[in-house]
């Protein structure tokens, strides 16, 4: 169930909703319109965004800038190419300074997403690593212990077969599509791969600090709390909304599953915390949306049983765009799928890039090869 905050911390949290990002300076209290022209002079250059964040959906991109420390105006100093049809939002989070852009609305898939990094590392050129931050599928495996449920947060990690994404269609793949030329995907860059093994050791000594920077988030941003009719709000949907069935039984039709066999349902060990946790694997990647268990099986099965969800941008990525990918889980590819945990799905992809980016050095980023220079050897090798 979605919650809905009490009347009375609904009014204390509402005045912070009322203050634009815009303007906040670095240290997080307002700034009077006097001092609004100093900020402006100390908004970065072009140049001096290092970091490009990719979302898919509006929602995955509004989920991105909630997480911003500090939304920044457009670099004086950059002027939109006619070329370039993305929209960008730029902020800072921890180190780095940080372009995002989100696909054209209602067009996705690998080609989109392959458009889109092109035109940003166009644009922004001194951009030198990446992350594709939103939502996916889960391939749980709960008999095989691989227990992943809605809500949860999975991460490409490359396994020594693959750079932590599997392009499961590339054998159908169109000609003149960018970026799937290579038969084998590229590994996020060092600088992301050693973050991310910092961040997995500060995880066996300490929790995640996801659920802090969702709270932070709701605070700030009190009305991503709200549910509308069919839009559920940016929140924990509730446990009885996440129901894993066998593949071999099919939705029953209705409003979610309330027609559906419970008696169906693959009987899941309880957990002791509806926090998301943390699942590290490879990402099959593909431009068709999987509504379908046994088609989800058999693709599963054709890109390696390794794979642990399953998602339709990154595949035009990895080559064209050097990257970590970080999906939220919003549904487990079958018939019973609905748009329930969509908005929560990528409120918690957008806590845990926070959280990378936070570990993550800004010098380390610095030393990094410019992401559109590893591009251009791709191509020409
Ligand atoms: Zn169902």
Not at 18 to 30: A, K
Not at 144 to 170: A, E, H, K, M, N
Not at 333 to 362: M, T
Request: some cysteine; charged content about 25%; proline content about 6%.
């Amino acid at each position: 169930m979605a919650t809905s905050l009490p009347c009375a911390e609904q009014q204390e949290l509402a005045r912070p909703a009322t203050m634009p990002l815009q303007t906040r300076d670095s240290n997080g209290p307002l700034l009077s319109n006097i001092a609004y022209a100093e900020r402006q002079i100390s908004t970065p250059s072009r140049d001096q965004y290092t970091l490009g964040w990719i979302a898919a959906l509006p929602l995955e991109l509004a989920a991105a800038i909630a997480m911003l420390d500090h939304r920044h105006e457009k670099p004086p100093d950059f002027a939109q190419s006619s070329s370039d049809k993305n929209s960008y939002t730029w902020g800072r989070i921890g180190d780095h300074n940080i372009v995002i852009s989100s696909l054209a609305a209602g067009v996705y898939g690998k080609v989109s997403a392959a458009t889109t990094a092109m035109q940003m590392l166009s644009s922004f050129p001194h951009i030198r690593v990446g992350l594709m931050v939103g939502i996916g599928a889960a391939v749980p495996r709960p008999e095989q212990g691989r227990d992943i449920r809605l809500g949860d947060i999975i991460v490409s990690q490359p396994d020594g077969q693959s750079g932590g994404v599997v392009q499961y269609d590339l054998g159908k793949a169109k000609e003149g599509e960018d970026f799937q030329r290579k038969g084998i995907l590229n590994m996020p860059p060092e600088a992301l791969l050693k973050a991310l093994a910092n961040l997995q050791a500060q995880h066996e000594i300490q929790p995640s600090i996801v659920p802090d920077l969702l709270k932070d988030m709701i605070k700030r941003h009190p009305h991503m709390a709200r549910s509308k009719p069919g839009k559920p709000g940016y929140v924990y949907q509730g446990r009885e909304n996440d129901r894993l069935f066998n593949a071999l039984y099919p939705h029953a039709g209705g409003f979610e599953c309330n027609n559906c066999n419970s008696e169906e349902m693959i009987a899941r060990e309880d957990r002791d915390s509806d926090e998301p946790e943390i699942h590290y694997g490879v990402i099959a990647s593909g431009d068709m949306l999987v509504k379908d268990a046994t088609i989800r099986d058999r693709i599963i099965q054709n890109a390696g049983d390794e794979c642990i969800c399953l998602e339709m941008e990154a595949a035009g990525l990895m080559n064209g765009f050097p990257c970590l990918v970080v999906r939220g889980v919003c549904d487990y590819a079958d018939s019973h799928k609905n748009d329930r945990w969509q908005r929560y799905a990528a409120a918690v992809a957008a806590a845990y890039a926070k959280e990378f980016l936070v570990i993550l050095p800004g010098e380390e980023v610095e030393k990094s090869e410019k992401a559109a220079e590893i591009v251009g050897r791709l191509d020409h090798s």
